[in-house]
């Protein structure tokens, strides 16, 4: 497997080439098939070489943004000991932005119910309700299909 340096190598040969976007990456997906970077990809980074960085290491604030960690664990601790708090008094007390409270809290199966943070749990009755619902619906849907 090629790793994203020797990928930025080769990248670098073809700009020495003088060789397009485009092309570069058709050249780079006929020899590597579908582990090789994107069109995009080729673009930023022949973008760079034109701009005179050769750079070829990771730098921060290089891809979709930084990875905020947060222990579920921690989360559900703070839930369970004050389960009437808000997503942003959450993310404030455990230094994260909101967002990542939100999915995280998702992520563990908590909603919000009466303005309380509970495990979205359902019993056997309201999941063969949901499912006959559902059904009808699906068949409903059918019968009224426009051809």
């Not at 069109?39 to 943004?65: I, V, Y």
């Not at 939100?102 to 009466?114: E, P, Q």
Request: with cysteine; proline share 3%; hydrophobic share 35%.
């Amino acid at each position: 497997m090629v790793s994203r340096h020797d990928f930025r190598v080769i990248m670098l040969y073809e700009f020495k080439l003088s060789h397009s976007a485009a092309e570069s990456a058709r050249n780079i997906a006929v020899a590597f098939g579908t582990d090789s970077p994107s069109q995009r990809t080729m673009r930023c980074w022949l973008a760079n070489f034109c701009s005179g960085d050769f750079d070829l290491e990771d730098k921060p604030g290089r891809g979709r943004g930084r990875r905020m960690s947060l222990d579920d664990q921690a989360l559900r601790a703070a839930v369970e000991a004050k389960p009437d708090t808000t997503t942003r008094t959450l993310a404030a007390g455990l230094v994260v932005p909101y967002a990542t409270v939100s999915k995280h809290l998702a992520f563990i199966g908590m909603v919000r119910k009466m303005q309380k943070w509970t495990p979205h749990d359902l019993t056997n009755d309201q999941q063969s309700t949901r499912y006959e619902i559902c059904s009808n619906l699906l068949v409903r849907q059918k019968k009224r299909a426009i051809y």
